[in-house]
């Protein structure tokens, strides 16, 4: 069983640059979700990709966007970097339907200079 | 929107000493998951709770879901060192079907 696999592990932006994130979900999971985990905090639910749609998002600005193609990973985009953006951006995949648990990546370390 | 709260945000024990962290959600909630967060690394699952009530044991954690589904709590028996992380709880609203994390209690266990 494969596990989930993001890419890559550290970036080092300038601020008003773009960035794209990749996940791999975990064989079998149809569902993902990305979530940004800054320093000291508890991960805060960006969106969730179900069947290569959005189907939840959290209170993130439109300048973080999202893919998710019919392999079920997953891209995620953040346009017009602000320094706030710094923080370890972890992807989940899950089998869709409440109560299933989330399987993280090792997650992206963004900083953003 | 869904709030998930937690305290404390910090504990420090000696090895052997007990250890609970709280959870309490603004909405009622369709399940809630805990999960552990080693240093450096990414949350994992630990258990999730369903019902009304439920306690659930895995060796020496015991979790708990309030009887109205808007708390829980993880209280460890005798912290070990391989206890140290971080221990974030996981609310699921039915009607989103996405987990709302709390901020997370960071668990410190001297030897």
């Known amino acids: 069983e494969t596990g989930v696999t993001q890419s890559p592990t550290h970036l080092i932006k300038t601020r008003g640059q773009q960035v794209t994130l990749r996940c791999s979900s975990q064989s079998g999971h149809n569902t993902v979700s990305w979530y940004q985990q800054a320093l000291g905090q508890g991960p805060q639910f960006i969106f969730q990709y179900y069947r290569e749609e959005e189907n939840g998002r959290g209170n993130f600005p439109p300048r973080f966007s999202g893919l998710q193609f019919p392999n079920y990973s997953s891209e995620l985009n953040v346009n017009a970097l602000e320094l706030d953006d710094s923080a370890l951006y972890l992807c989940a995949s899950r089998l869709q339907g409440t109560g299933s648990p989330l399987h993280f990546g090792n997650g992206t370390r963004l900083t953003v200079t | 929107g869904q709030q998930v709260m937690q305290i404390p945000q910090y504990q420090h024990v000696q090895e052997g000493e007990d250890f609970t962290t709280y959870c309490n959600s603004s909405t009622t909630l369709s399940n809630i998951q805990w999960y552990k967060q080693r240093p450096g690394g990414h949350p994992v699952f630990l258990i999730q709770?369903?019902?009304?009530?439920e306690v659930k044991k895995q060796k020496r954690l015991t979790f708990q879901f309030g009887e109205a589904k808007k708390n829980s709590s993880l209280h460890i028996t005798a912290t070990q060192t391989t206890d140290v992380g971080t221990y974030f709880c996981?609310?699921?609203?039915?009607?989103?079907?996405?987990?709302?994390f709390g901020k997370g209690t960071m668990l410190l266990v001297s030897p």
């Open positions: 996981a609310g699921e609203n039915s009607g989103y079907s996405t987990l709302t």
């Open positions: 709770l369903v019902k009304s009530g």
